[in-house]
């Protein structure tokens, strides 16, 4: 989503913002690149697919105390 070695002096915005709750937040990102609409739909729909993902990933977890009462 962003640069990932300081290549963009937005990372360094998003760190003064986070710096003040003393933790960055995906919102602190959303909101530097608001204005740079092509990102900002790029990383909202990344953002969707990982939550997707997520559930996805929950609903094939097996619950191993839930085998050793099947068998």
Request: proline content about 3%; hydrophobic content about 30%.
């Amino acid at each position: 989503m962003m640069y990932g070695f300081e290549d963009d002096p937005n990372a360094h915005k998003a760190q003064d913002i986070g710096s003040k709750r003393r933790k960055l937040s995906v919102e602190d990102f959303l909101y530097l690149i608001r204005k740079d609409l092509p990102k900002l739909n790029r990383c909202t729909e990344l953002l969707s697919m990982q939550e997707k993902l997520k559930q996805s990933r929950k609903a094939f977890e097996v619950n191993e105390e839930k085998l050793g009462t099947l068998e």
